[in-house]
């Protein structure tokens, strides 16, 4: 599950890549024009991805919950059709909650570059030197 979250996350972020600076940085400025952000570290400790995931869970639970309670009731057939049912209900509760993620990211790492006046964020683990890791400020814009 964190796992497909987090490559979900690096497809978003690679398509949002060229389109998240917002200013580059004015002539004379001292910083640097590239922010890194750590993405494995934002879906760790981000509150906001913490309680979307504990929502997934939430739901997961509950709709395994209802399935057993019915199963004694239901032939094996049914209750096959049944379980496809609820997985495809969950399938779309995370997507809902995937794209809450991904919009709550891409604001943040838009308000954060425009803040630091970033021209461009790339991830931490593709850049051998550089950048000003964005990471903290992320994780707090997404509060």
Same mark, same amino acid.
């Not at 790492?109 to 903290?136: C, H, P, Q, R, W």
């Given at each position: 599950? =964190? =796992? ?45 991805? =913490? ?19 019915? =199963? ?72």
């Amino acid at each position: 599950m =964190k =796992k497909s979250m987090i490559c979900l996350m690096t497809i978003v972020m690679v398509m949002l890549g060229a389109n998240v600076g917002v200013a580059a940085p004015q002539s004379g400025s001292q910083s640097s024009s590239i922010g890194v952000i750590d993405v494995d570290r934002i879906m760790a400790e981000s509150p906001k991805v =913490k309680a979307l995931q504990e929502q997934l869970n939430q739901v997961a639970k509950s709709y395994t919950d209802q399935l057993e309670a019915e =199963k004694p009731n239901l032939s094996p057939e049914e209750y096959e059709k049944k379980r496809e049912i609820v997985y495809q209900k969950f399938l779309r509760k995370k997507q809902e909650l995937e794209k809450q993620v991904d919009q709550s990211l891409k604001q943040a790492l838009e308000a954060v570059a425009k803040t630091k006046k970033l021209s461009l964020i790339l991830y931490k683990n593709s850049v051998a030197f550089g950048g000003t890791d964005i990471t903290s400020e992320v994780i707090k814009v997404m509060k």
